[in-house]
C-alpha cells in the first residue's frame, strides 16, 4: 500500500510538471451595449445560451475563426479571425464603429494565473489493471510503470496538445518504472484556413510578402545581428536574414533602430521593403530617421519601386 501511495505520488508530480507548462490561453467578449450573443469558433459552439459577456478557457491553438451571432436576428453576424497569446487572457468588445455597425476589436489582456486550470479541463478516475493516460503538449512525456493495483487518471481537454502513454501493474513484491521526459521546444505556428498568406488583425492592406517571421525567430536574428562588431557585418548579417524571411512594419524598424549611422539605416529600410509584410504599415519606419532628408529619399525609393 506505501508503495502505491509512493507511484501515486510520484505520477502525480509529473503530470502537475508536464501540464502546467502547456500554453493555455484564454479569450472574453462582452457587448459594450448589452446585446446578448453567442460564441462559434472553428465552427464549435462555445455557449448555449446567448450573453453579454463569454469567456472561453483553456485554448491551445495561436488562432481561430470566430463567429458572433447575436440573439437579436437583425443584428448582423460579425466574422473574424481572432489570435491568442499564451498564458494570457485576451479581451475583445462588440462596439459600434463610425458607421454604426457592430464590429469586434480588442479591448485588453492580463497575465493567467501561474497555476491556472482550464474549466474546460475534464478529469476521470479509472478503476483498472490497465491505464493509459493520454494527453497532448508541447512536451513529450512516456511513462512506463509496473503495477498491480488499481489507480490512474485520464486527463482530457477539448483543445489538443504531450502525449502520455502509461501502464499500470502494482506487485506486492517490487514496483519498477520506467519514465522518460523529452522536452521540445515549443513552437507558435499561425495558421489560417482557405488562405494562403498570414492575417494580420485589424490590417486590411496590400501585403508584400506572404508569412512573417515569428517571434522567436525574430529576436534571435535581432540577437544576431547586435552581436556583429561592425557596421558593415551588421548590414551584410540583416540583408542575409531579410533576404530568406519576410518581416512586418514593426520587425523592420526594430533592425533598422540597431543601426548607428543614419546612412546604414536607410540602406537598410530600402532594401527591406520588398521583403515586408504590411507595407502600407511602413510608414512607421519613419521614427528611427534623425533628418527629413533620409524620410524623403525612402519616400521615393518606395515610389520608384510600388
Known sequence: MKKTILITAILFGIFTNAFSQIPYSSL????EDGYPFTVIMNGLKKNSVARTNVKIDGLTNTNYKVKIIFEDKTIPNIDKNIYT???MEVTYRIKKDKKGRNVLRYYSEAPLPYDYVPEEQVYQNYVTDNVIVTHENNTGIQIDMNVNETGGNLIQTDDGGV??????NVNDADVN???NVNE???HYVVTEENTDHYVMQDYEGRIGCPWPMNRQNFQRAKQTITNADFSDDKQTIAKQIVNSNCLTAQQVKEITGLFDFEKDKLEFAKFAYTHTYDIENYFIINDVFDFSSSIKELNDYINSVR
Do not use: R
Not at 502525449?163 to 499500470?168: F, Q
Open 184 to 186: 521540445s521546444e515549443t
Open 85 to 87: 497569446k499564451p498564458a
Open 28 to 31: 472574453s467578449f462582452f457587448s
Open 177 to 179: 518504472y520506467d519514465a
Open 163 to 168: 502525449s502520455l502513454n502509461t501502464n499500470i
